[in-house]
């Protein structure tokens, strides 16, 4: 099972079959939880096994350019991050604290 937590923690409805309640649903489906990590959700297993596939980074294989967008779509103040680790550190920041 995995926790998922939407990217607005107020959030309270379905999204891909997924219920959410106050920004958090629950699921084992490894399609939908590698699906909500690809979108930008954040996601926690509840128990990892060796065997188990390791969680999709959302932030993979995008550009500078992509995460200044993703901030930017989100609200996200990067200050003068610059570099893709500056800007992922400051998006991680963000959505840890809301």
């Known amino acids: 099972m995995a926790k998922i937590y939407a990217p607005n923690k107020k959030y309270t ?16 489906n490894e399609h ?9 959700y954040t996601v926690e297993k ?9 969680l999709v980074n959302p932030f993979e294989g995008k550009t500078i350019e992509e ?10 103040d990067i ?3 610059s570099t893709e680790e500056g800007i992922i550190k400051k998006i991680e920041e963000a959505q840890k604290a809301e």
């Open 67 to 76: 995460l200044k967008a993703y901030a930017q779509e989100r609200g996200i």
């Open 46 to 54: 509840d128990e990892m096994h060796p065997a188990d596939p390791p």
């Open 79 to 81: 200050g003068k991050a």
């Open 32 to 40: 939908l939880i590698k699906w909500f990590a690809s979108k930008g």
């Open 13 to 28: 409805g379905v999204s891909a079959t997924v219920s959410f309640v106050n920004g958090i649903g629950e699921t084992d």
